[in-house]
């Protein structure tokens, strides 16, 4: 992967199977596997007949961990967010976004559903449960006007202080992969997001399903 990014330009044709055992004294068998992994993972396309090429998919995928606002994160990389408000309603909480959000079952929250996508290309959609004891008249034309990581802290004094996530790889299902314009069982990260303000107390419950050919997730562990 390093010699690819770091030598090797977009669309460069690669060595090809048997050029690679001989150059590297490495088998068939190991070779195979190896080029199917940079395949799946977007640094390598292949073209029957013509042989194997570098691809530039790897450069596009976006990190999701560097940020936890998706519109910043997008921009930093020079794409245009947007995001489509799908619906936006106060509902009683049922046990389990209760018990994420720190509040009483039958509570009232806030419910936001949103389609996030960058340059025009559906990226991920998620479900938001807010508690409406922290945003008393919360209304869909403020949700609208600003990205509600700037709206939480200017119009309600509610600053962001950390987040804790949750992530495993999964599959899209038929409801998913229809508004992200995908085939359904597509491959899809699900994201568990629970955010808390200054005073530690949770403002936030998010799930996100994020289309897996689009982001990738790091994350840095130190040894101490």
Request: charge should be neutral; charged fraction near 30%; aromatic fraction near 12%.
């Amino acid at each position: 992967m390093d010699y690819i990014k770091t030598t090797l330009d977009i669309d460069e044709k690669m060595l090809s199977e048997r050029e690679i055992c001989v150059k590297y004294d490495v088998s068939r068998t190991t070779v195979r596997a190896a080029l199917n992994e940079l395949e799946e993972m977007g640094f390598i396309y292949k073209r029957h007949g013509k042989g194997t090429f570098v691809s530039g998919l790897w450069k596009e995928m976006k990190d999701l961990a560097e940020s936890y606002s998706f519109t910043e994160q997008m921009k930093k990389l020079g794409k245009k967010p947007t995001t489509d408000i799908v619906s936006f309603e106060t509902v009683h909480a049922i046990p389990y976004i209760a018990d994420n959000l720190g509040i009483n079952p039958g509570d009232d929250v806030y419910k936001l559903r949103r389609l996030r996508s960058a340059d025009g290309m559906k990226m991920m959609v998620e479900t938001t449960f807010i508690p409406t004891n922290y945003f008393q008249g919360l209304t869909l034309s403020q949700l609208e006007s600003m990205p509600l990581y700037e709206l939480y802290p200017k119009t309600y004094k509610q600053e962001i202080k950390y987040a804790d996530e949750e992530f495993f790889a999964s599959v899209a299902q038929k409801k998913e992969a229809d508004q992200l314009d995908v085939p359904v069982g597509s491959a899809c990260l699900r994201i568990y997001r629970t955010t808390y303000n200054q005073d530690n107390k949770i403002i936030e419950y998010t799930i996100s399903v994020a289309r897996g050919d689009q982001f990738t997730y790091k994350i840095r562990h130190v040894k101490k």
